[in-house]
């Protein structure tokens, strides 16, 4: 198991390697090949001995940086996320792992431009949800995401990034502290290894994590077409509970929440609201 775990990880570090070209190359092998380089180049880009070097080389220096790598086949690799479609091959995670355990989890996702009623909404409800032990999960993006992890911080709570791109390029940039102590006493994760530039569609692909490795969804702030809803399609799509903040009709970013409760989910304006679904 430890050389097939060795493999998968060494794959991940492919350039460009995709999710299906990973199955693919386990469905070619069940036991995969002797070597990586042996694969078919019709499926699988091949690489200079010098650029095997360096992927084995960066993999040996994880350990050192406190990065660790949990595959799909690993016993603590968070189950909820294996029912997600095309759940990671792997995360790579830094901070505290045991967050990946604890529960609840509920995501917090909403607006990059948090109006005041959305600040308001995060000082009011969080000091209960951290006190019932909830953990936030959220994306380290500017706005709503930033306050979630900054407040459950403050309250002397618990909270998961997941971000898009790998751990050396944090994006935006001016979160770049805040994920930097998030690492050491919180907890970030990313599907990618830590030289990953973040490209566009890295960031929705990380939604469906943040949705998936929770037990429910709140959307605090959302336009319409936003990203937020994206995460809350996931979250209906993989049976999570979904929660939305009711806001003004006046207020484009209350157009998205206020759609969906209008297709069913919660109404939330009280902590106890969220508490009371997932049984605290």
Known sequence: MDEFREKLIGLLHYPGISWKTVLQCMKMDSNFPSSTNTLKTSVLPSLTTVQTEIITKKIHQYEKKDIHVITIFDENYPSLLKEIYQPPWAIFVKGNRSLLEKQPKLAVVGSRQATQYGKNAIRLMFPQLVEKGVVIVSGLATGIDTLAH??????????????????????????????????????????????????????PARNRIISGISNGIFIIEAKRKSGSLITANYAVHEGREVFSLPGSIFNPNSLGTNDLIQQGAKLVMRSEDILEELHL
């Open 150 to 203: 900054v407040h459950t911080i403050k309250n002397g709570g618990n909270t998961i990034a997941v971000i898009a791109g790998g751990f050396d390029h944090i994006y935006p940039k001016e979160n770049t502290e805040l994920a930097g102590e998030m690492m050491k006493t919180q907890l970030v994760i990313s599907e990618y290894p830590p030289d990953t530039k973040p490209l566009q569609w890295h960031f």
